[in-house]
């Protein structure tokens, strides 16, 4: 059984980790030196896929 204390520290780890994945994709307001390859991007976007598809 999930107490409130567990539940909100297991939302505090997945908030971080969106906001660490989040890091990782380009920002309009950071405009890159060079364009990131679409590798990269689309391996960025699966684990940000992943990690919303665990919220439910």
């Known amino acids: 059984?999930?107490?409130p204390v567990r539940e909100s520290l297991a939302?505090?780890?997945l908030a971080a980790?969106?906001?660490g994945q989040?890091?990782?994709l380009p920002s309009s307001t950071r405009l890159p030196n060079r364009l990131t390859d679409a590798a990269?991007?689309?391996q960025n976007i699966t684990?940000?896929?992943l990690l919303i598809a665990e919220m439910g």
Do not use: F, V, W
């Open 1 to 3: 059984m999930n107490t």
């Open 11 to 13: 939302l505090q780890s």
């Open 17 to 19: 980790r969106l906001e």
């Open 22 to 24: 989040q890091a990782r």
């Open 40 to 42: 990269s991007m689309n």
């Open 47 to 49: 684990k940000l896929g």
